[in-house]
């Protein structure tokens, strides 16, 4: 199952993943580089519930459970790294 099915299945959310990833600034520096939104504002906050479901299932596990790291692997995927 993919996170777009997962997030609507489980969430409600309608088109999670925007069809073309959108400019929303860039980052200051040297050479500025761009900063991209991936997701819908369904998906957004679909993805907020689903985080913060990570974070109380931490709070409930313990240590068995690093909720950061399984929303770094799910922020691969929602940028476009590992999706």
Known sequence: ???????????????A???????I???AGGE???MYRYVSV??????GNLTGLLYDLEN????EF???RWITELDD??????Y
């Open 66 to 68: 690093d909720a950061n």
């Open 42 to 47: 369904s998906g957004g906050k679909a993805y």
């Open 17 to 23: 993943f925007l069809a073309k990833r959108k400019t």
């Open 1 to 15: 199952m993919a996170l777009d099915e997962i997030l609507h299945k489980y969430f409600g959310s309608k088109n």
């Open 25 to 27: 600034g860039y980052v």
């Open 32 to 34: 500025p580089e761009p």
């Open 77 to 82: 995927i929602v940028s476009g790294e590992d």
């Open 60 to 63: 409930l596990l313990g240590k």
